[in-house]
């Protein structure tokens, strides 16, 4: 699986994971000047409301996070997202 070359603002894209749901990239974020995990939902899940609101959940929830231990994630929907 080849990653796009970009998400939104994020550069430098390499695939950390990915399962049912969606992908997680490691990427380079130039505002921050630092790498971030980005996580994409698989499309056919962001249809699903319980799906989308699940998902919007945890990126809330890894919003609140302040620690080094949890690293800064930028959640997209694809139904909203840029073209990759």
């Known amino acids: 699986m ?3 070359d970009h998400i939104g603002k994020y ?3 390499n ?3 990915f399962g049912t749901y969606g992908s997680v990239y490691r990427a380079w974020g130039p505002d921050l000047d630092s790498y971030a ?3 994409v939902m698989n499309a056919q ?3 699903d409301e319980g ?3 699940r998902f919007q ?3 809330r929830f890894m919003a609140r996070r302040d620690s080094r231990v949890w690293c800064r994630m930028q ?3 694809p139904l909203h997202s840029c073209r990759c």
């Open 11 to 13: 550069v430098d894209l």
């Open 51 to 53: 799906s989308l609101a």
């Open 15 to 17: 695939l950390v994971g």
């Open 57 to 59: 959940s945890e990126a």
């Open 2 to 4: 080849t990653p796009p």
């Open 75 to 77: 959640f997209r929907n």
């Open 37 to 39: 995990a980005v996580k």
């Open 45 to 47: 899940f962001s249809l």
